[in-house]
């Protein structure tokens, strides 16, 4: 128990060092018994192992309390319905290249490391930055389903996939919620039609945004 519970806790400390490009924040089913048979054979490392898996599927550790604050954008972020295109050889590989080819046209969108920010307040309004505007909206977090609604400036609601683990958060949407929110840029249309285009070659692919804080 104890050798197959450590296998698990180094795989979930790989993905909560990569981030973006692995499958996107589920639920355990329930009834299953992660967090409490790793406790039973390790004791400590148990709950850090609990711990862990919750934070790198979008479990205890991703609340509001951790979304709220300053996050300024790194790099795009890809994540799946399933881990199963991951796990297949060269996945990780696919989903980076993945990336590499979205940050291009991002920056073309007007979507760049550092300038691009989203601020959550403890009051539920929401402050974004794209491009060389700023924006005033609102959210709402869903504890269970792990996601945040985003009401942008011009009243529409933006549903998001939320996985933060530490100082890092992974925001990723439905491409034609992101497409809603990058317009608010300014951003060219062919820039647009081409993240569009990326996105819907993989089925059950979301793409957004990696921040830290």
């Known amino acids: 128990m104890k050798k197959i ?10 993905a909560m ?13 329930e009834g299953t018994a992660t967090t409490g048979t790793a406790q039973g054979g390790l004791g400590n490392l148990g709950g850090i192992l ?3 898996i919750s934070a790198v599927t979008g479990g205890a550790l991703t609340n509001q309390n951790s979304l709220q604050g300053k996050w300024i954008y790194s790099k795009p972020c890809v994540q799946f319905e399933s881990g199963d295109l991951l796990s297949q050889a060269g996945g990780s590989l ?32 929401l402050q974004y930055t794209l491009g060389s505007k700023t924006y005033n909206g609102k959210y709402t977090f869903d504890a269970t389903k792990k996601t945040v609604t985003v009401t942008t400036a011009t009243g529409q609601n ?7 683990v530490d100082k890092q958060m992974g925001l990723t949407f439905d491409v034609t ?32 945004f990696e921040f830290n804080k």
């Open 5 to 14: 519970s450590l296998s698990v806790f180094a795989l979930a400390m790989s």
């Open 17 to 29: 060092l990569t981030g973006c490009g692995m499958a996107f924040p589920t639920q355990p089913a």
């Open 50 to 52: 609990g711990d862990v």
């Open 94 to 125: 696919m989903a980076d290249k993945i990336e590499n080819t979205l940050d291009g046209y991002y920056q073309k969108a007007g979507i760049k490391k550092g300038s691009t920010t989203f601020v959550f307040n403890k009051d539920n309004t």
């Open 158 to 164: 933006l549903t998001a996939y939320v996985s933060i």
């Open 177 to 208: 919620n992101l497409l809603t929110l990058i317009q608010n840029s300014g951003a060219a249309s062919a820039q647009l039609g081409t993240i569009s285009t990326i996105a819907k070659n993989y089925k059950g692919m979301k793409v957004g």
